[in-house]
């Protein structure tokens, strides 16, 4: 089966608890071990800050959130777990008896990974009864945003294992990616690591201070690492002749003596109270949980430029959240409506959440927009117009929108839309939105719009298909009968 059903996380600070997240919003039930007093409270933080995240990340409809149960024993954890994750402090004898207690008590076919970021996976596996479904699986914070995780296996893990584990690592948005060899530290932390020891150096001899370095970092080659990497970044930097002219170009640098990456810098009690009071006077005066929830709003708007990227077809991190929101579209549960019934058809149902409020908790101007553009998806879903029919070259674009906003969304309200069909052609459609709020019924906005029926491919209006027309006459047939809504037709300012 490539899809986890269900997991347990054993440890749950920042990186056990991050996981069961990304579980919990892929739909999934989570046993959760850990011995420390808080960790119901640290797990409940990031589990906030990840839904939070996610309701700016994507307006896919998620699957039902999973459960997420607490348990007093690794053994209970791991019951009818086909995913196990081990997030416990890195100490090898520690992880090693965490290991063994946790392949000793779960079904041999579940899998085991390990989120250490630089111990051995054969170290780990020496004790196991069935090593070969053990493996590294070593994710990047915050994991319920970043979506790697390096796959190392140790000598005795299976090579089926690894495979299985990037297969079902795919349906919740993460991309596995399958070291060859295992070494210490593997991919990503080697690389940070030399970063790191250089700046270390850096702060030691005075060259620059901490916020100094991280603004070298975030306003260049950052950048261009978080949508290109390493060597795609260089050959270009290449130009025309490619990666063989970079080489050649730069390559001699190497033996340069510019760095002092083979020198361990001595973290003495000077250096250490230097870069503290240099990182305190850099970001001291944000909290932990602020800092956490700037730092996810910044990855979510880079993911999201990034899911436009090569013409719309997304970019690295983006593509794969755009490959992730089509499988959650094509996943979700179809709408059942009568399309016959003499009534507006209720589309939508949502919650004002953290992300979409301004300073004083209200619902901020573009989500009415976003809200009304996702009614419109809903309504163009239900009468075919799907990922399949846009692929093959057809959709529906909004030519015309009016909004009016009639009462305020606040944090936490739970919304409701309605969409009636004013009129349509075979290649236009007139629609009336509505959003409601659910508990008192009060109307907080209304969007009229003319939806104009398009060949993508050829890039001029065309009738819609044949199917699609068919639904779409049957609904406005059946809305003919309702009265014109109050306020179709207004222009902006005029009196009521």
Not at 61 to 77: C, D, N, Q
Not at 211 to 228: C, H, N, P
Not at 448 to 477: F, N, R, T, W, Y
Request: charged residues 25%; proline residues 4%; aromatic residues 6%.
């Amino acid at each position: 089966m490539t899809k986890i059903t269900k997991a347990a996380c054993i440890g749950g600070g920042v990186i056990g608890g991050a996981w069961a997240a990304r579980f919990i919003l892929a739909g999934i039930d989570v046993a959760m071990f850990d011995p420390h007093p808080e960790a119901e409270r640290i797990v409940g933080e990031v589990m906030a800050n990840a839904e939070r995240a996610y309701g700016m990340l994507t307006m896919a409809p998620l699957p039902p959130k999973g459960k997420l149960t607490f348990v007093k024993s690794i053994e209970e954890a791991v019951q009818g777990a086909d995913w196990i994750q081990e997030s416990v402090p890195e100490r090898v004898e520690l992880k090693r008896n965490v290991i063994t207690q946790i392949d000793a008590a779960a079904d041999p076919k579940a899998l085991i990974g390990s989120s250490t970021s630089g111990i051995m996976p054969t170290e780990l596996q020496r004790d196991m009864k069935h090593p070969e479904r053990m493996f590294v699986a070593h994710p990047y914070n915050p994991v319920y945003l970043l979506p790697l995780a390096e796959l190392v296996g140790g000598e005795k893990t299976a090579k089926a294992t690894l495979q299985e584990a990037k297969a079902k690592l795919a349906p919740i948005g993460m991309k596995g990616v399958i070291i060859n060899k295992e070494i210490e530290a593997f991919v990503g932390d080697r690389l940070l690591e030399a970063v790191w020891r250089e700046g270390l150096w850096l702060i030691k001899d005075d060259i620059c201070d901490t916020e100094t370095l991280d603004d070298v970092i975030r306003y260049s080659f950052g950048m261009r690492w978080a949508q290109m990497g390493m060597f795609e970044t260089y050959r270009i930097a290449g130009g025309e002749a490619g990666m063989r002219h970079f080489l050649a170009q730069f390559g001699p640098c190497l033996s340069w003596p510019w760095t002092k990456l083979m020198d361990v810098v001595d973290l003495d009690d000077e250096l250490v109270d230097k870069i503290a009071g240099q990182s305190d006077a850099q970001s001291g005066a944000r909290g932990i949980r602020e800092l956490e929830r700037i730092r996810d709003e910044n990855l979510v708007g880079i993911m999201h430029a990034l899911k436009s990227g090569d013409g719309g077809k997304g970019w690295g991190a983006g593509k794969l959240l755009a490959d992730f929101e089509q499988s959650l579209w094509a996943n979700a549960k179809k709408p059942e409506t009568d399309i016959g019934a003499a009534q507006p058809i209720g589309i939508l149902e949502t919650k004002v959440n953290a992300a979409w409020v301004d300073y004083n908790g209200h619902m901020t101007e573009h989500r009415y927009l976003q809200v009304f553009g996702d009614t419109s998806d809903g309504l163009l879903r239900l009468i075919g117009v799907d990922l399949e029919y846009v692929r093959d070259g057809h959709s529906y674009y909004t030519v015309e929108t009016h909004i009016r906003n009639l009462d305020e969304g606040k944090l936490g309200d739970t919304l409701y839309t309605t969409c009636q069909v004013l009129s349509q052609d075979d290649k236009r459609l007139h629609l009336f939105s509505t959003i409601y709020n659910a508990e008192t019924g009060a109307k907080l906005a209304t969007a009229e719009q003319m939806m104009l029926h398009v060949d993508s491919k050829a890039g001029k209006a065309v009738p819609a298909l044949p199917a699609v027309l068919a639904k779409v006459k049957a609904i406005a047939e059946a809305h003919a009968s309702l009265p014109v809504p109050e306020g179709v037709g207004r222009a902006v300012g005029q009196k009521r």
